[in-house]
């Protein structure tokens, strides 16, 4: 193998010099050397193969074979000594010797056989490669160099380059890469061009490929060596083929051929389509190509500065030859790429465009595949900034679209991989060029076309989009260049610049999609940065099925919202920007200022820069109110020095405004011109360079004072930075001079002076302003003269003005001339000031914050939404072009997105609102002219709901109404003429053109109803806050689809189905979604039409039911809301049916759940109350049998998880019992309500366990049972006794007292009273029926019967309740005695005495003497004081004072009949049956107080015996035996009274209230006059009125209580006190009864003086004697009178007894001492 290997070597290059020496132009003499130096290569190598023995002397040389690698170890012959004859051959003018020899070269360079590695013997210092390669680029002799030789001239640079065993390094590489960029400019063939270009190509790729390989130590990649194999020896391979034949079958052509063969096709393989090469050399060719189709040319002399700059300066900055080898290759073409074109238009054929073109697309392919070492070195970015940077803003303005287009492209790759370092460039590009083309309003329709091209490629990067936001909008002295792009965008979108344009419509819509293009993707990736944030709400789900019928951007962006893809994304976000992550990791710098990422740190400096930019305004409006602004919000210091600071670096500012502002009298104005000037540096200038620095800061004032101040300052400042100069003397001069100049600028340059100064005169008129004697020398004042006329002084260029939009009104009438010179004028303006400042940036470092927080994209969103909105909406309405229409629904989804993730409300809605508007389903749009784009803004409507439905908020509202609406507009689609479409629209459906039929009809289509049907089913993976908001529009829309003429149920059947889908949610989410749907319900089931309330109740029903089978634990209220709404509709709804449907469905539900009903019982028993009150009888019975079986059976089995609603049933019951209608009802209502009671008496310990969570918090534990067990059902019977009729009242009030006794043992204290003051309610007179003859009955009957029932349980509980109640059980006793009810009166003072009688045993002294004021109270309050002073004509005057608060009175049976009487006479009717009552009162009471302290029937009993003891002395039957007998029975009724247990003064005090009764009493009988007038007037009817009965039994009372005290020995002290009363009593009785005239009155009086005298018989003999003393003459003058005998036996006794007691017959006078 060896030997084969070195034998095809030998005879390789024995074949190539064979080849020359056989070439016919060799035998010319100028070829002399030639051919010499080939014989003689021969010969030696024949020589070197005889002694090696590889062939036999005297045989041929062998042909030349295709040579094999090269093998060191085998090599006999060394290659490189043979290098002359091929030297000389390529230096021969015969192009058939050069090609051959370049051949031949180009072989043995290809498989290592010549390396030139060795010195150069004939240039010392350098190696034979490089002499190789100056030989080959040697044969390029310009334009008329044979084309074959061109070619092998390119494949042989291309194999030294590219080949793996040679190097070439600095002027040698520049001059391979040279020569091949002069023959494809030079070259007339197209095949050699494109050949060429293609070399340049692949050269570049491998000297960055190896720069970048280097620094990982890595070796070429063997993509290298294939294009190697591919390009540099292709007709080696043809070689191969035909090695075996003896005869060359392939001459040089041939070679050549194959060789232009194989470059065309790589050159031309994409628009073929073809894979022969390998992958990466088929696409970087095909961009050679497609770049490459336009002409080109190039001038030789553009190559010259390829080594012009090759120091080693440069070289101590790289780490490796290779680094520097690459910089300067891109250094050249960068300055290739600076070459101006020439004036005018350039010829496309030229060689200065094509050079350009070339040296563009070049530095565009390196900028597209550099690697980490050139995107971070410090040379690379010095030369991208120095050089590339100030070209592309040269050429980026270039009116050749092409070198204008690749400028753009060059800029991308710039932005993508290398803004960290060029963030000062960047924003000249976009300030200056971008922006400033976009807005020109004669710019052509090609560059903004390619500008926004180039822009559709930037904002599809994420990174990079949120970068400009963040580097040039929060910088405080940047650009806002994402605003300004964005409103740009915006006006285009909307095709605002169509007129500006002269563009076709074609080209306009085509300029609005990729204005639409450019706005969707900057929001894409505001969508792709927060996605972290975004939480999809269908994570499991598939994507929406509309999206099938979107663009495919849609589906992109759907796709992103699974959770797949945010998964799979998330690890990619920061790396996928283009190579942005690779220069963050490989630049250092960048890295320190991450902390310039805070979001919140750049707001707050966003924030200050708009605050700044409005201070600018305003000051470029009214500078001292913008300084003014500024100082006060601290942005601006307040010194003069701050100002003047600021006045000289911030660029905003207004020019010809500073210059007013420093031109001012005022003081201020004038520090700050000191201040401003002298910050100006003139050392060492003249007067004219420094008054030119000067006034290219602002422009001069028009006013000369103005111009004065600030041209004194400026010599002052002048002078003082010159002092050693001698040409001025003084400022003063200095300022004469500086205004003379500025006199000359404006004469010279004015138009409008016609007469120009001369310099003649200028001179002349400089004479005599030096101080000294000398004036300022001529030839100086004329070198002023001469620069002032050549260049006037004037500010720098102020580029926002130039480009200002022009009026619009006036562009239509711009010829397209006029418009291409007013652009190619602008261009030229754009193109100086940006390349000035490219230029004034190349050295500066700017930081670059690379962008990495999520929140950035809210301010960015908040600041350019009303552009978005504007364009999307402009585009929807506008255009039907469904590219269009597919863009604006695209950014309007994506600008939801984005507010939605930051909760943004009003730029959401904004935008929801909009996208609803364009769906022509609102109410006020008209459907028959709906579109397509409308049908797509429908299903982008549909897609939002169900992907952003989390976030949507508010805007809810406006997608269920469109959905609603959606609803209809299906109806007309599928040909349904629906009831509710009004008038003319009825028959829309058949006026209808088929494209809107079709489009309509396009909304019931599968997709659009399965999508509809995925929000209602999806929104049970809705969050908490958001499906509240879903509740919440869906029951408004609802609303209002109710209140329509016509009425709708389509969102109450989804409210129902949400709630059937949603219903498993946790119990707090669910609360909050039924309080909005509870209320919507409570609404609708009182709707006015039936259907509607039938269908939500059924609704309801189903929900509750499904509801209840979930149970419920205690303490919770869940249940009660949701059954809450039933309630509300039963209140509130009339409808008999409705309300019937009601109590059903409860009925059900308490048959069905009644097990797990918990807190719903309440509702339930509230619902049963209002349907107890119904008229309707099916409703009251179903209700009651429900109630009834729940305490029947449910009460028993489960009472304790009842317990919470015990005051419910109860209230329920007693409504129930309140129902006049159903009286059966009634009363097994209140049977129920005894079963109630003893449910609490046998489980009082649930209600304390049970606490109840609204009210009960308070209450102590032990009193809980009577709180919500026994009070609520004692005072909903005091309810039904207070309310219902007479049969009803009465059973309740048996009840309530059964209750009340049976369980009343377990009551405490305060419990009793809450149940008096419930019980004295029934006497309540505001609460009796106002009618006289029901309150009579009430009173009669209830009142009557209450009274009597208190009676009995203060006695059975006295114990307890005496101390608590006695008093106002006493004021209740007093209140009936009051009443004008006869019947009650009587019974307030029966019941008095009952419990006086029956517990008087148990009171002690104060209850004592609480009784004796109640006596005495009621005495004097039913004393009828008015018998005595009653007047006919005063009876409507003279009601007592007591008796107006009562608003009616009892009617005597008496005058029932008499109903006609006059009016007074019926008042004075009513005024006698009320004093009528009071003596009855006053007889009962007197009889009551003999009862209480004697004992019923005793007083009575006394009488009778007295007149038969009487009768029988009368007639002489009296013994001793019955005496004895009759005190034995005198003591035993005694003692049962309540004498015993009264003290003597509380006897005392009733003593004197029944005297004060006797005495009134006595008063009238007296009174005949007084009598007589009743009488006449009708009182007491037919019979003379008298008190004939009170007068008797009040005395007879009091004289025998104080008999009885008398006779006590307990109250022996008492005794002379009650002697003297006693005296009094009865001689005030005697007197009485010896005055009266009517026998019938004394008859009347029989029995008193029986009492007395019989007792005074009783007495002792010294009492007797102490009485008779008192009474005798009385006793006397009672003889006259024709008494009754019984009374004349005992006074008959009395006179016998006062002889033995007196002595009358013998010690009459001791008597008397006695």
Same mark, same amino acid.
């Given at each position: 193998?060896?030997?084969?290997?070195?034998?095809?070597?030998?005879?390789?290059?024995?074949?190539?010099?064979?080849?020359?020496?056989?070439?016919?132009?060799?035998?010319?003499?100028?070829?002399?050397?030639?051919?010499?130096?080939?014989?003689?290569?021969?010969?030696?190598?024949?020589?070197?193969?005889?002694?090696?023995?590889?062939?036999?002397?005297?045989?041929?040389?062998?042909?030349?074979?295709?040579?094999?690698?090269?093998?060191?170890?085998?090599?006999?012959?060394?290659?490189?000594?043979?290098?002359?004859?091929?030297?000389?051959?390529?230096?021969?003018?015969?192009?058939?010797?050069?090609?051959?020899?370049?051949?031949?070269?180009?072989?043995?360079?290809?498989?290592?056989?010549?390396?030139?590695?060795?010195?150069?013997?004939?240039?010392?210092?350098?190696?034979?490669?490089?002499?190789?390669?100056?030989?080959?680029?040697?044969?390029?002799?310009?334009?008329?160099?044979?084309?074959?030789?061109?070619?092998?001239?390119?494949?042989?640079?291309?194999?030294?380059?590219?080949?793996?065993?040679?190097?070439?390094?600095?002027?040698?590489?520049?001059?391979?890469?040279?020569?091949?960029?002069?023959?494809?400019?030079?070259?007339?063939?197209?095949?050699?061009?494109?050949?060429?270009?293609?070399?340049?190509?692949?050269?570049?790729?491998?000297?960055?490929?190896?720069?970048?390989?280097?620094?990982?130590?890595?070796?070429?990649?063997?993509?290298?060596?294939?294009?190697?194999?591919?390009?540099?020896?292709?007709?080696?391979?043809?070689?191969?083929?035909?090695?075996?034949?003896?005869?060359?079958?392939?001459?040089?052509?041939?070679?050549?051929?194959?060789?232009?063969?194989?470059?065309?096709?790589?050159?031309?393989?994409?628009?073929?389509?073809?894979?022969?090469?390998?992958?990466?050399?088929?696409?970087?060719?095909?961009?050679?190509?497609?770049?490459?189709?336009?002409?080109?040319?190039?001038?030789?002399?553009?190559?010259?500065?390829?080594?012009?700059?090759?120091?080693?300066?440069?070289?101590?900055?790289?780490?490796?030859?290779?680094?520097?080898?690459?910089?300067?290759?891109?250094?050249?073409?960068?300055?290739?790429?600076?070459?101006?074109?020439?004036?005018?238009?350039?010829?496309?054929?030229?060689?200065?465009?094509?050079?350009?073109?070339?040296?563009?697309?070049?530095?565009?392919?390196?900028?597209?595949?550099?690697?980490?070492?050139?995107?971070?070195?410090?040379?690379?970015?010095?030369?991208?900034?120095?050089?590339?940077?100030?070209?592309?803003?040269?050429?980026?303005?270039?009116?050749?679209?092409?070198?204008?287009?690749?400028?753009?492209?060059?800029?991308?790759?710039?932005?993508?991989?290398?803004?960290?370092?060029?963030?000062?460039?960047?924003?000249?590009?976009?300030?200056?060029?971008?922006?400033?083309?976009?807005?020109?309003?004669?710019?052509?329709?090609?560059?903004?076309?390619?500008?926004?091209?180039?822009?559709?490629?930037?904002?599809?990067?994420?990174?990079?989009?949120?970068?400009?936001?963040?580097?040039?909008?929060?910088?405080?002295?940047?650009?806002?260049?994402?605003?300004?792009?964005?409103?740009?965008?915006?006006?285009?979108?909307?095709?605002?610049?169509?007129?500006?344009?002269?563009?076709?419509?074609?080209?306009?819509?085509?300029?609005?999609?990729?204005?639409?293009?450019?706005?969707?993707?900057?929001?894409?990736?505001?969508?792709?940065?927060?996605?972290?944030?975004?939480?999809?709400?269908?994570?499991?789900?598939?994507?929406?099925?509309?999206?099938?019928?979107?663009?495919?951007?849609?589906?992109?962006?759907?796709?992103?919202?699974?959770?797949?893809?945010?998964?799979?994304?998330?690890?990619?976000?920061?790396?996928?920007?283009?190579?942005?992550?690779?220069?963050?990791?490989?630049?250092?710098?960048?890295?320190?200022?991450?902390?310039?990422?805070?979001?919140?740190?750049?707001?707050?400096?966003?924030?200050?820069?708009?605050?700044?930019?409005?201070?600018?305004?305003?000051?470029?409006?009214?500078?001292?109110?913008?300084?003014?602004?500024?100082?006060?919000?601290?942005?601006?210091?307040?010194?003069?020095?701050?100002?003047?600071?600021?006045?000289?670096?911030?660029?905003?500012?207004?020019?010809?405004?500073?210059?007013?502002?420093?031109?001012?009298?005022?003081?201020?104005?004038?520090?700050?011109?000191?201040?401003?000037?002298?910050?100006?540096?003139?050392?060492?200038?003249?007067?004219?360079?420094?008054?030119?620095?000067?006034?290219?800061?602002?422009?001069?004032?028009?006013?000369?004072?103005?111009?004065?101040?600030?041209?004194?300052?400026?010599?002052?400042?002048?002078?003082?930075?010159?002092?050693?100069?001698?040409?001025?003397?003084?400022?003063?001069?200095?300022?004469?001079?500086?205004?003379?100049?500025?006199?000359?600028?404006?004469?010279?340059?004015?138009?409008?002076?016609?007469?120009?100064?001369?310099?003649?005169?200028?001179?002349?008129?400089?004479?005599?302003?030096?101080?000294?004697?000398?004036?300022?020398?001529?030839?100086?004042?004329?070198?002023?003269?001469?620069?002032?006329?050549?260049?006037?002084?004037?500010?720098?260029?102020?580029?926002?003005?130039?480009?200002?939009?022009?009026?619009?009104?006036?562009?239509?009438?711009?010829?397209?001339?006029?418009?291409?010179?007013?652009?190619?004028?602008?261009?030229?303006?754009?193109?100086?000031?940006?390349?000035?400042?490219?230029?004034?940036?190349?050295?500066?470092?700017?930081?670059?914050?690379?962008?990495?927080?999520?929140?950035?994209?809210?301010?960015?969103?908040?600041?350019?939404?009303?552009?978005?909105?504007?364009?999307?909406?402009?585009?929807?309405?506008?255009?039907?072009?469904?590219?269009?229409?597919?863009?604006?629904?695209?950014?309007?989804?994506?600008?939801?997105?984005?507010?939605?993730?930051?909760?943004?409300?009003?730029?959401?809605?904004?935008?929801?609102?909009?996208?609803?508007?364009?769906?022509?389903?609102?109410?006020?749009?008209?459907?028959?002219?709906?579109?397509?784009?409308?049908?797509?803004?429908?299903?982008?409507?549909?897609?939002?709901?169900?992907?952003?439905?989390?976030?949507?908020?508010?805007?809810?509202? !406006?997608? +269920? *109404?469109?959905?609603? =609406?959606?609803?209809?507009?299906? #109806?007309?689609? %599928?040909?349904? &003429?629906?009831?509710? $479409?009004?008038?003319?629209?009825?028959?829309?459906?058949?006026?209808?053109?088929?494209?809107?039929?079709?489009?309509?009809?396009?909304?019931?289509?599968?997709?659009?109803?399965?999508?509809?049907?995925?929000?209602?089913?999806?929104?049970?993976?809705?969050?908490?806050?958001?499906?509240? !908001?879903? +509740? *919440?529009?869906?029951? =408004?829309?609802?609303?209002?689809? #109710?209140?329509? %003429?016509?009425? &709708?149920?389509?969102? $109450?059947?989804?409210?129902?189905?949400?709630?059937?889908?949603?219903?498993?949610?946790?119990?707090?989410?669910?609360?909050?979604?039924?309080?909005?749907?509870?209320?919507?319900?409570?609404?609708?089931?009182?709707?006015?039409?039936?259907?509607?309330?039938?269908?939500?109740?059924?609704?309801?029903?189903?929900?509750?039911?499904?509801?209840?089978?979930?149970?419920?634990?205690?303490?919770?209220?869940?249940?009660?809301?949701? $059954?809450?709404?039933?309630?509300?509709?039963?209140?509130?709804?009339?409808?008999?049916?409705?309300?019937?449907?009601?109590?059903?469905?409860?009925?059900?539900?308490?048959?069905?759940?009644?097990?797990?009903?918990?807190?719903?019982?309440?509702?339930?028993?509230?619902?049963?109350?209002?349907?107890?009150?119904?008229?309707?009888?099916?409703?009251?019975?179903?209700?009651?049998?429900?109630?009834?079986?729940?305490?029947?059976? $449910?009460?028993?089995?489960?009472?304790?998880?009842?317990?919470?609603?015990?005051?419910?049933?109860?209230?329920?019951?007693?409504?129930?019992?309140?129902?006049?209608?159903?009286?059966?009802?009634?009363?097994?209502?209140?049977?129920?309500?005894?079963?109630?009671?003893?449910?609490?008496?046998?489980?009082?310990?649930?209600?304390?366990?049970?606490?109840?969570?609204?009210?009960?918090?308070?209450?102590?534990?032990?009193?809980?049972?009577?709180?919500?067990?026994?009070?609520?059902?004692?005072?909903?019977?005091?309810?039904?006794?207070?309310?219902?009729?007479?049969?009803?009242?009465?059973?309740?009030?048996?009840?309530?007292?059964?209750?009340?006794?049976?369980?009343?043992?377990?009551?405490?204290?305060?419990?009793?009273?809450?149940?008096?003051?419930?019980?004295?309610?029934?006497?309540?007179?505001?609460?009796?029926?106002?009618?006289?003859?029901?309150?009579?009955?009430?009173?009669?009957?209830?009142?009557?019967?209450?009274?009597?029932?208190?009676?009995?349980?203060?006695?059975?509980?006295?114990?307890?309740?005496?101390?608590?109640?006695?008093?106002?059980?006493?004021?209740?006793?007093?209140?009936?005695?009051?009443?004008?009810?006869?019947?009650?009166?009587?019974?307030?003072?029966?019941?008095?005495?009952?419990?006086?009688?029956?517990?008087?045993?148990?009171?002690?002294?104060?209850?004592?003497?609480?009784?004796?004021?109640?006596?005495?109270?009621?005495?004097?309050?039913?004393?009828?004081?008015?018998?005595?002073?009653?007047?006919?004509?005063?009876?409507?005057?003279?009601?007592?004072?007591?008796?107006?608060?009562?608003?009616?009175?009892?009617?005597?049976?008496?005058?029932?009949?008499?109903?006609?009487?006059?009016?007074?006479?019926?008042?004075?009717?009513?005024?006698?049956?009320?004093?009528?009552?009071?003596?009855?009162?006053?007889?009962?009471?007197?009889?009551?107080?003999?009862?209480?302290?004697?004992?019923?029937?005793?007083?009575?009993?006394?009488?009778?015996?007295?007149?038969?003891?009487?009768?029988?002395?009368?007639?002489?039957?009296?013994?001793?035996?019955?005496?004895?007998?009759?005190?034995?029975?005198?003591?035993?009724?005694?003692?049962?009274?309540?004498?015993?247990?009264?003290?003597?003064?509380?006897?005392?005090?009733?003593?004197?209230?029944?005297?004060?009764?006797?005495?009134?009493?006595?008063?009238?009988?007296?009174?005949?006059?007084?009598?007589?007038?009743?009488?006449?007037?009708?009182?007491?009817?037919?019979?003379?009125?008298?008190?004939?009965?009170?007068?008797?039994?009040?005395?007879?009372?009091?004289?025998?209580?104080?008999?009885?005290?008398?006779?006590?020995?307990?109250?022996?002290?008492?005794?002379?006190?009650?002697?003297?009363?006693?005296?009094?009593?009865?001689?005030?009785?005697?007197?009485?009864?010896?005055?009266?005239?009517?026998?019938?009155?004394?008859?009347?009086?029989?029995?008193?003086?029986?009492?007395?005298?019989?007792?005074?018989?009783?007495?002792?003999?010294?009492?007797?004697?102490?009485?008779?003393?008192?009474?005798?003459?009385?006793?006397?003058?009672?003889?006259?009178?024709?008494?009754?005998?019984?009374?004349?036996?005992?006074?008959?006794?009395?006179?016998?007894?006062?002889?033995?007691?007196?002595?009358?017959?013998?010690?009459?006078?001791?008597?008397?001492?006695?």
């Amino acid at each position: 193998m060896q030997n084969n290997s070195t034998k095809t070597k030998e005879m390789f290059i024995v074949r190539a010099l064979e080849k020359i020496l056989a070439d016919k132009d060799i035998r010319r003499s100028h070829h002399s050397q030639l051919k010499k130096s080939c014989d003689t290569a021969l010969e030696q190598i024949k020589a070197e193969l005889i002694n090696a023995g590889q062939i036999a002397e005297g045989n041929e040389l062998p042909c030349a074979a295709l040579p094999l690698p090269k093998n060191d170890a085998a090599s006999i012959i060394n290659a490189e000594t043979y290098f002359l004859p091929f030297e000389l051959a390529c230096k021969s003018r015969s192009p058939r010797i050069v090609v051959t020899a370049l051949d031949c070269l180009q072989k043995l360079i290809a498989y290592g056989h010549l390396t030139g590695a060795i010195q150069d013997s004939a240039n010392p210092g350098h190696l034979l490669i490089d002499r190789i390669v100056i030989t080959i680029y040697g044969c390029f002799n310009g334009p008329q160099t044979d084309e074959g030789v061109q070619l092998q001239i390119i494949k042989a640079l291309l194999t030294v380059v590219t080949s793996q065993h040679v190097e070439i390094h600095e002027f040698t590489l520049l001059q391979a890469v040279r020569t091949c960029y002069d023959i494809y400019l030079s070259s007339r063939n197209l095949v050699n061009q494109t050949t060429a270009r293609a070399t340049l190509t692949q050269m570049l790729n491998v000297i960055f490929a190896r720069m970048e390989n280097q620094v990982y130590e890595v070796p070429p990649t063997p993509s290298t060596t294939t294009l190697n194999d591919c390009i540099a020896s292709p007709e080696g391979n043809g070689e191969e083929l035909t090695s075996e034949a003896t005869e060359i079958s392939d001459s040089d052509e041939a070679i050549a051929s194959e060789l232009l063969a194989e470059i065309i096709t790589a050159a031309f393989n994409e628009a073929m389509k073809e894979q022969s090469l390998e992958p990466d050399v088929a696409e970087m060719e095909a961009s050679v190509n497609g770049n490459g189709s336009a002409d080109s040319s190039h001038s030789d002399h553009d190559s010259v500065e390829l080594h012009s700059e090759n120091d080693a300066i440069v070289t101590a900055k790289f780490t490796h030859i290779l680094q520097k080898d690459a910089f300067l290759v891109f250094r050249a073409l960068c300055k290739l790429s600076m070459k101006p074109l020439p004036e005018g238009q350039p010829d496309p054929k030229s060689h200065e465009l094509r050079s350009k073109v070339l040296s563009l697309h070049l530095l565009l392919l390196i900028l597209q595949n550099a690697g980490p070492v050139f995107r971070s070195n410090e040379m690379f970015i010095m030369a991208i900034k120095q050089y590339l940077c100030v070209a592309l803003s040269n050429n980026g303005v270039s009116l050749v679209a092409e070198v204008f287009e690749l400028s753009l492209s060059i800029f991308v790759a710039l932005l993508s991989n290398f803004k960290v370092h060029l963030k000062r460039q960047i924003e000249v590009f976009f300030k200056e060029i971008f922006l400033n083309i976009l807005e020109a309003s004669s710019s052509s329709f090609e560059h903004k076309w390619m500008v926004i091209q180039a822009l559709t490629r930037i904002c599809a990067d994420a990174q990079s989009v949120v970068d400009i936001y963040v580097n040039y909008d929060c910088d405080f002295s940047a650009a806002n260049l994402f605003e300004r792009l964005v409103n740009d965008l915006s006006k285009i979108a909307q095709g605002r610049q169509a007129l500006e344009l002269g563009a076709n419509p074609m080209q306009e819509k085509s300029m609005r999609k990729r204005g639409l293009e450019c706005l969707v993707s900057i929001l894409k990736c505001m969508v792709e940065w927060s996605k972290d944030l975004y939480v999809n709400p269908n994570m499991p789900t598939p994507a929406l099925q509309v999206q099938s019928l979107q663009s495919p951007t849609t589906q992109e962006l759907q796709a992103g919202d699974n959770a797949d893809a945010i998964s799979a994304q998330n690890s990619s976000l920061r790396s996928t920007h283009g190579g942005s992550s690779h220069s963050l990791n490989s630049y250092g710098s960048a890295k320190n200022q991450e902390l310039l990422d805070l979001p919140e740190a750049l707001e707050e400096r966003k924030m200050r820069k708009e605050v700044m930019e409005t201070g600018i305004e305003l000051f470029n409006r009214k500078p001292q109110k913008g300084v003014q602004f500024l100082q006060e919000k601290q942005l601006l210091g307040s010194s003069c020095q701050d100002i003047a600071r600021w006045l000289h670096d911030d660029e905003r500012l207004d020019k010809t405004v500073i210059g007013n502002y420093l031109g001012e009298n005022d003081d201020h104005s004038k520090e700050v011109m000191c201040a401003y000037i002298d910050a100006f540096d003139f050392r060492q200038m003249e007067v004219v360079a420094a008054l030119r620095i000067l006034l290219e800061e602002f422009r001069l004032p028009g006013e000369a004072q103005k111009i004065d101040r600030l041209m004194e300052k400026f010599a002052s400042r002048y002078c003082e930075c010159n002092p050693q100069n001698q040409l001025f003397q003084s400022a003063d001069t200095v300022y004469v001079l500086a205004f003379s100049i500025i006199m000359l600028t404006t004469d010279l340059h004015s138009p409008q002076v016609k007469h120009k100064m001369t310099k003649e005169q200028y001179i002349k008129m400089n004479r005599g302003i030096s101080d000294s004697k000398d004036d300022l020398p001529e030839e100086y004042l004329s070198s002023i003269y001469d620069e002032i006329a050549e260049h006037e002084i004037k500010m720098k260029n102020n580029t926002t003005m130039l480009i200002a939009p022009k009026p619009a009104g006036k562009q239509p009438f711009i010829t397209e001339k006029r418009r291409k010179l007013l652009w190619n004028m602008e261009m030229e303006v754009i193109s100086l000031t940006a390349t000035n400042l490219m230029q004034s940036v190349s050295h500066v470092k700017s930081p670059f914050t690379s962008a990495k927080h999520l929140e950035h994209v809210r301010p960015m969103f908040k600041m350019a939404w009303t552009p978005f909105l504007a364009a999307f909406s402009v585009g929807l309405q506008v255009c039907d072009d469904p590219e269009i229409a597919t863009l604006c629904l695209d950014g309007i989804r994506c600008a939801i997105r984005i507010a939605c993730i930051f909760h943004m409300s009003l730029e959401r809605d904004a935008y929801v609102q909009a996208l609803a508007r364009f769906t022509l389903l609102n109410a006020n749009s008209p459907i028959n002219e709906m579109k397509a784009k409308n049908i797509d803004t429908i299903k982008t409507l549909i897609m939002v709901a169900h992907t952003d439905g989390n976030y949507l908020g508010s805007s809810w509202l !406006d997608i +269920v *109404k469109c959905i609603s =609406q959606l609803e209809l507009a299906q #109806l007309i689609g %599928t040909g349904v &003429r629906p009831q509710f $479409l009004s008038g003319s629209q009825t028959t829309l459906k058949d006026t209808l053109n088929p494209s809107v039929k079709e489009h309509i009809g396009e909304t019931s289509s599968q997709s659009v109803v399965v999508a509809v049907d995925r929000i209602f089913t999806g929104s049970m993976r809705l969050d908490g806050d958001a499906i509240v !908001d879903f +509740v *919440k529009a869906l029951c =408004q829309v609802s609303v209002d689809e #109710l209140q329509q %003429t016509q009425p &709708r149920m389509f969102s $109450l059947q989804k409210i129902v189905e949400i709630s059937y889908y949603n219903m498993e949610r946790i119990r707090l989410q669910w609360s909050r979604i039924w309080q909005v749907l509870g209320e919507h319900f409570n609404t609708v089931g009182c709707n006015s039409n039936e259907e509607i309330a039938f269908f939500a109740l059924d609704s309801l029903r189903q929900l509750s039911m499904k509801f209840m089978e979930k149970g419920e634990f205690s303490n919770f209220r869940f249940q009660k809301d949701f $059954l809450r709404p039933f309630e509300h509709i039963m209140k509130k709804n009339n409808s008999p049916a409705i309300r019937d449907m009601v109590v059903r469905c409860i009925a059900q539900m308490v048959n069905s759940q009644a097990h797990n009903i918990r807190s719903g019982w309440k509702n339930i028993f509230s619902i049963f109350h209002l349907a107890a009150g119904d008229h309707e009888e099916p409703i009251v019975e179903l209700a009651f049998q429900t109630t009834g079986k729940i305490i029947g059976e $449910l009460y028993r089995r489960q009472f304790a998880v009842m317990v919470d609603s015990f005051q419910d049933a109860v209230k329920c019951l007693s409504e129930f019992a309140c129902n006049a209608r159903f009286p059966d009802t009634s009363m097994e209502a209140i049977r129920l309500v005894r079963n109630c009671a003893q449910c609490v008496h046998d489980a009082p310990q649930l209600f304390a366990e049970h606490a109840g969570m609204e009210n009960d918090a308070s209450v102590a534990e032990e009193d809980r049972v009577w709180v919500r067990g026994w009070f609520p059902m004692l005072f909903s019977l005091s309810c039904v006794v207070n309310r219902c009729k007479l049969d009803v009242r009465t059973r309740g009030l048996t009840v309530l007292f059964e209750i009340v006794k049976t369980h009343g043992d377990s009551f405490k204290p305060n419990w009793w009273k809450d149940l008096f003051n419930v019980i004295f309610r029934i006497f309540d007179n505001m609460k009796l029926p106002e009618h006289v003859t029901e309150k009579s009955e009430w009173m009669t009957t209830t009142c009557n019967h209450a009274l009597y029932a208190i009676i009995d349980v203060f006695t059975q509980y006295f114990d307890v309740l005496g101390h608590l109640l006695l008093e106002e059980l006493f004021a209740q006793l007093h209140w009936c005695v009051q009443q004008n009810n006869e019947q009650l009166a009587r019974s307030g003072t029966n019941c008095l005495e009952n419990l006086v009688i029956s517990n008087g045993f148990k009171f002690n002294e104060v209850t004592w003497d609480k009784t004796c004021q109640c006596i005495l109270d009621i005495f004097n309050a039913t004393l009828p004081k008015e018998l005595l002073t009653w007047r006919p004509n005063k009876g409507t005057e003279q009601q007592p004072q007591q008796q107006l608060p009562r608003r009616a009175s009892s009617t005597p049976h008496s005058t029932s009949s008499a109903p006609q009487e006059p009016t007074f006479m019926a008042l004075a009717h009513n005024q006698f049956e009320a004093l009528h009552i009071k003596c009855v009162v006053q007889l009962e009471l007197i009889q009551t107080m003999d009862n209480i302290v004697f004992f019923p029937a005793t007083s009575r009993k006394e009488d009778a015996e007295t007149l038969a003891q009487a009768a029988a002395d009368m007639s002489g039957c009296r013994g001793g035996s019955g005496q004895s007998q009759q005190l034995q029975l005198d003591c035993q009724r005694e003692e049962q009274g309540m004498y015993g247990y009264l003290r003597t003064r509380q006897l005392f005090t009733l003593a004197e209230c029944l005297m004060q009764s006797h005495r009134f009493a006595k008063c009238f009988n007296a009174d005949q006059d007084q009598r007589n007038l009743l009488w006449r007037a009708g009182f007491k009817g037919s019979v003379k009125p008298n008190l004939l009965k009170q007068e008797t039994a009040s005395l007879a009372c009091v004289l025998r209580i104080f008999f009885k005290m008398y006779g006590d020995e307990n109250r022996r002290s008492d005794w002379p006190g009650i002697e003297q009363e006693l005296v009094q009593v009865c001689k005030e009785a005697l007197a009485y009864y010896l005055s009266l005239q009517s026998e019938a009155h004394r008859e009347a009086w029989t029995s008193l003086l029986l009492l007395i005298l019989t007792r005074l018989l009783k007495m002792t003999d010294a009492r007797f004697a102490t009485h008779v003393s008192n009474y005798y003459s009385l006793l006397c003058e009672m003889m006259c009178f024709d008494l009754k005998p019984e009374l004349r036996s005992v006074l008959r006794r009395v006179f016998m007894r006062i002889g033995p007691v007196f002595n009358i017959m013998n010690v009459n006078i001791n008597l008397n001492v006695k």
